[in-house]
């Protein structure tokens, strides 16, 4: 769900000193931000509404209709 550096910032699991880091470097970074909130907020806009999700699921369950099918025979 996160883009490294586009959407968040990763760490490594586990990692406090690499958590706090990035905390402390966006934390004084107001304009990364805000560019990481807009581009976040635009992912999981387009990624994640419910049209989406719905088309998805669609997708998954015909293709395990098909897969079912093909076993049947």
């Known amino acids: 769900a ?3 550096e586009v959407t ?3 760490v490594p699991p586990g990692n ?3 958590l706090g880091r990035a905390l402390r470097s966006t934390l ?3 304009v990364l931000r805000e560019g990481m ?3 976040g907020r635009s992912r999981a806009r387009s990624r994640y509404s ?3 999700i719905a088309t ?7 293709s395990a209709a098909t897969r079912e099918s093909a076993f049947a025979c």
């Open 16 to 18: 406090a000193d690499a």
């Open 37 to 39: 909130g807009l581009a």
């Open 28 to 30: 004084g970074q107001m």
């Open 8 to 10: 968040g910032l990763l």
């Open 56 to 62: 998805d699921a669609e997708v998954v369950y015909a």
């Open 50 to 52: 419910w049209d989406r």
């Open 2 to 4: 996160v883009i490294g």
